[in-house]
């Protein structure tokens, strides 16, 4: 971006394009190209540990995907050089060496500001030795080391072998040379003595090497430094948490093991482990249940050990004893940073970035900057992890949307796909296409024997093998072999159908054939990645699957696309902050919101609350939020109204509602449902809560702020992890630490002399959040560290007072405190989600928060069509984040309201009337509501489908004793046929 001008709803930007060389209209994507390249160069997106050539593909799966041509490091651009093999090689002649940049003037109503992060450099560690060692390594580094598509195919290696199979490629390729030359002296006559020595010379170095690679085999010992570029101001500026760093290392080692089989030794040396996301904690335990060790230290050092490519650790353990191990590899967790890029772009843009160079927002708005209409989501707002960064993206989605509501639709233009073509008279003509997937299959999955097996089966006529089935030429091409084999089905043997069904289908859209007529095969996660270690029996699985398969895809049948139309309403289940802001973030965008609460007001936890981490007012804005929800037109808000019952489907919900605690009902229509119906701090049974009133909860200690206790208080401690992190309760509740933290700084800055204690397992200050604990310590508040096995004792004394005994993890010890109050951070959870979980049917996690149906791809939407969470339903956080992920459910709620109408699923269940005896087994059984009996005639009950609530799960073909009831693309013909081909080989 060069430059912006104008206002929010009327902006003018310029843009430089830059030229990449090769026309994208022309570029079919074939590698002819990159594979005659002569220059090689190092490899950016591997992290510098592999090399691609000056034309190149960013990537595998890149969109588009078509070449560039790389001109800092072109022959043919700029360099004096004459090259242009790529242009003479190019069978679709798409290589144009005259492109030139351009300057695109764009007119936008907003700017999103998506523009990510840098790694922290570790370079400036001289202690780490990233420099010198090549085994010491980035986490980045590792990431793409166990990547099917990096450097080393996913097999674990150690960069110095890397290194070392270049060396013997290079040696290799030089004794071919030799070798050749000699055969040439041969056949003239006798080979000069020099280069017979330099041939057998070429021999030694080349036998040598290899022996060398194979006494080095896998690396056995992994350990991974944390906080490497994060909560640093000494050997950096970045004093902030990072955020993502630890959960990252500890999936790295996971994985690592997986691949090496279970068969590594993997450490993890920490301060704090900070796992403080939906589930987080759960996967840190399975982690050191499955063998990973976690060793509570700051690594002082590390060395190379003589003679040897491996590395020594020096290190303090728990008990304050200097220890040395040796590992094979290092890997080192570099947190996130702003870019200098990002500082200029904030510079042309004119918005404010805070102290460590993220753009500047507040609680209340997260994801607005300090320009109107500029907004900014994900690591450029700063450290987050990939649920969070996407919830942002369509809270910026949302927040702009709600400034542009008037201009929605005026630039839209609808998607179309070709007339469906008509196959039901044609013989099946079945095309099967089998994916490497990069080696995530072919490493374990012998693919080619895999194909040509599935030419031999009945019915198939075009068989192909796809380096990456899913990838855009892919789909591209999968499209003109349909139409160029008349394909009129399509098998893929690829990975799972949850994630690339529908881009399958839609592909099959695009080639005029109805989407129900493919079929999938997933020989990945249920071969190459359950039988990684038996290859043949993957081999002959794979088979199996395609066979059965092309079995099915054999009987299939076209089904229809029907749609619904769209209520453009939203009902909203909850009045905190979340759902108000989700009501309004709909209204403002011109829809109308039902707002259901069951208390007497709208605020909800938010009430209890004075300040937010960053020292904002939240009871001014809560007030003036309730008063903006209340005066628009767009919403109503039901209070002391309790949800009874849900009936309907994706745009056409009926919902009963019942008010003031009485008996009269209502029924609210409305398109989509918000779920924000909050969590609550739970009553502990522990530490003297409810039988001594010097015992708080954190948000009583709020609540009695300016009471004579607290203000005249000597004494304070904080109580971490009450409830949380323990068997019954295993997840982090996430917002403890800042809150207890903060609150510690206040009562130090209220009163200096006063004697503040923390009682803590891990503190888990993320983000920017890690200020405040840097502000407690320097304040002189105490942290005094406990596990599970030796948690703090509260004794009643005299006159009430309260004794606490812990034993301090540095003098190895118990020590007993006087304050004069304990706070107690206690665990958050949900009440009654169940319950409302199955009246919505949606699923609820093992910490029974609502489950959201993928983590990091839809982190707001439900399984269930139309129904999306956000706040503390979802799981427990903060005041900015709930607001974020209210904006985020709003905007994903309003692409079904923007519609008119839209297509439902076509599997659905359907009954055979003249099978259908009416016992209604259909009804009780169905958890969606879809069969009704229906009175056919006098004496004729019959159950009928109402499909648009149909979800194709099959409970009612079950329990049909007659068999009238069946799911279509799914009846007993089509399954009892892979039955059999899976028994008949």
């Known amino acids: ?261 279970g068969d590594l030794d993997a450490a993890i040396f920490y301060m704090d482990m900070r796992t403080y996301g939906k589930e987080f904690e759960q996967y840190y335990t399975r982690a050191k249940e499955s063998g990973i060790r976690f060793i509570r230290s700051r690594v002082h050092s590390v060395e190379r050990v003589a003679r040897s490519e491996n590395l020594r650790l020096s290190f303090v353990d728990d008990n304050s004893i200097m220890r040395e191990e040796e590992f094979d590899m290092v890997v080192l967790s570099v947190g996130l940073e702003s870019t200098p890029e990002v500082r200029e772009l904030a510079r042309k843009l004119g918005i404010e970035l805070d102290h460590y160079h993220f753009a500047a927002t507040s609680s209340f708005s997260p994801v607005a900057t300090s320009r109107p209409g500029i907004y900014a989501c994900g690591v450029l707002q700063g450290p987050k992890d990939i649920p969070l960064a996407v919830m942002e993206a369509s809270a910026a989605a949302g927040a702009a949307a709600s400034r542009l509501a008037s201009s929605r639709n005026t630039l839209v233009k609808a998607k179309t796909f070709p007339e469906e073509r008509d196959v039901s008279t044609e013989p099946p003509r079945i095309g099967v296409f089998v994916c490497n997937c990069g080696v995530n299959i072919s490493n374990v999955v012998r693919v080619p024997e895999v194909v040509e097996y599935a030419k031999t089966l009945p019915n198939v006529v075009y068989v192909q093998e796809n380096l990456f089935s899913c990838s855009q030429d892919a789909q591209d091409k999968l499209v003109h072999v349909i139409k160029e084999q008349n394909l009129n089905r399509v098998v893929v043997a690829a990975c799972s159908p949850r994630t690339h069904e529908p881009l399958f289908q839609e592909t099959l859209r695009n080639s005029s054939l109805n989407k129900y007529l493919f079929e999938q095969a997933n020989i990945r996660d249920q071969c190459s990645w359950v039988h990684a270690a038996d290859p043949d029996a993957a081999t002959e699985k794979a088979k199996d699957l395609v066979r059965m398969a092309v079995s099915r895809a054999a009987l299939i049948e076209p089904l229809p696309n029907p749609s619904v139309p769209v209520n453009p309403s939203a009902l909203v289940v909850g009045g905190g902050i979340a759902g108000m802001v989700s009501a309004l973030t709909l209204a403002k965008q011109g829809f109308k919101a039902h707002i259901v609460e069951e208390k007497d007001r709208l605020g909800g936890h938010a009430l209890k609350i004075h300040r937010t981490w960053k020292n904002e007012d939240v009871p001014a804005f809560v007030e003036s939020l309730v008063q903006e929800v209340t005066a628009n037109p767009n919403i109503q808000v039901h209070l002391k109204t309790q949800v009874k019952n849900v009936a309907g489907y994706v745009g056409n919900f009926k919902t009963t509602v019942s008010s003031n605690g009485t008996e009269s009902q209502k029924e609210l229509e409305h398109g989509v449902t918000i779920l924000a119906t909050g969590a609550h701090s739970i009553k502990p049974n522990e530490y003297l809560y409810g039988k001594n009133d010097r015992v708080f909860r954190w948000h009583d200690l709020d609540a009695a702020w300016e009471s004579d206790l607290v203000k005249n208080a000597q004494s304070a401690l904080f109580i971490q992890c009450v409830g949380s992190r323990e068997p019954e309760r295993p997840h982090c509740s996430k917002i403890c630490c800042t809150f207890s933290v903060q609150k510690a700084v206040e009562l130090k800055e209220r009163n200096p002399n006063m004697d503040v204690y923390i009682l803590y397992r891990d503190i888990r200050t993320y983000g920017e959040r890690e200020d405040l604990y840097k502000e407690a310590r320097k304040r002189g508040v105490i942290f005094i560290r406990y596990n599970l096995e030796n948690k703090p004792v509260v004794k009643e004394g005299k006159g009430g007072t309260l004794e606490v005994t812990v034993m301090d993890h540095i003098l190895q010890r118990p020590i007993t405190l006087t304050p004069d109050f304990i706070t107690l951070a206690t665990a958050i959870e949900t009440r009654g989600a169940e319950e409302l979980g199955q009246m919505f049917k949606v699923p609820l996690s093992q910490d029974k928060f609502f489950l959201e149906v993928h983590m990091k791809l839809r982190p707001v939407d439900f399984a269930t069509e139309g129904l999306f969470v956000c706040g503390l339903a979802h799981y427990p956080k903060s005041i900015d984040e709930s607001i974020a992920q209210a904006q985020a459910a709003a905007a994903r709620a309003a692409t079904i309201l923007s519609q008119k109408s839209i297509e439902v699923e076509g599997v659905v269940a359907s009954v055979d009337e003249g099978l259908c005896r009416g016992c209604g087994k259909c009804v009780e059984v169905c958890p969606y509501g879809a069969p009704q009996l229906i009175q056919k005639s006098e004496d004729v009950v019959v159950s009928r489908i109402q499909e648009a609530l149909c979800k194709g799960c099959g409970a009612c073909a079950v329990a049909c004793p007659t068999g009238a009831a069946a799911i279509r693309h799914f009846n007993d013909r089509e399954v009892l046929s892979m039955v059999e081909a899976a028994l008949c080989k």
């Open 1 to 261: 971006m060069e430059s912006i001008s104008g206002e929010e709803g009327n902006f003018q930007v310029k843009v430089l394009q830059k030229p990449r060389y090769v026309d994208l209209d022309k570029c079919i994507s074939c590698g002819a190209c990159a594979e005659k390249c002569p220059t090689v160069v190092i490899d950016a997106y591997n992290a510098g540990l592999g090399k691609r050539k000056a034309i190149f593909k960013y990537y595998a799966q890149a969109i588009p995907s078509a070449y560039a041509i790389d001109s800092e490091n072109c022959r043919q651009l700029g360099h004096g050089k004459k090259c242009g093999i790529c242009a003479k090689v190019c069978p679709a002649d798409a290589i144009n060496y005259d492109q030139k940049e351009q300057l695109l003037d764009l007119d936008v109503g907003a700017v999103i500001l998506s523009t990510g992060f840098q790694a922290f450099d570790p370079s400036p560690f001289d202690t780490y030795g990233y420099i010198r060692y090549p085994n010491v390594v980035t986490a980045m580094e590792f990431e793409r080391l166990l990547s099917a598509g990096g450097p080393s195919a996913g097999h674990l290696e150690r960069p110095s072998e890397l290194s070392l199979k270049e060396e013997i490629a290079n040696a290799e390729k030089e004794l071919q040379k030799l070798d050749r030359q000699v055969k040439q002296q041969r056949e003239k006559g006798e080979p000069s003595p020099d280069l017979l020595e330099k041939l057998k010379s070429q021999e030694t170095l080349a036998a040598s090497l290899k022996e060398k690679k194979a006494a080095a085999g896998e690396p056995k010992k992994i350990a991974w430094l944390q906080c490497v570029g994060s909560r640093d101001i000494n050997h950096c500026d970045n004093g902030y948490c990072s955020g993502v760093c630890c959960m990252y290392a500890i999936k790295e080692a996971v994985i690592a093991r997986e691949h090496a089989k």
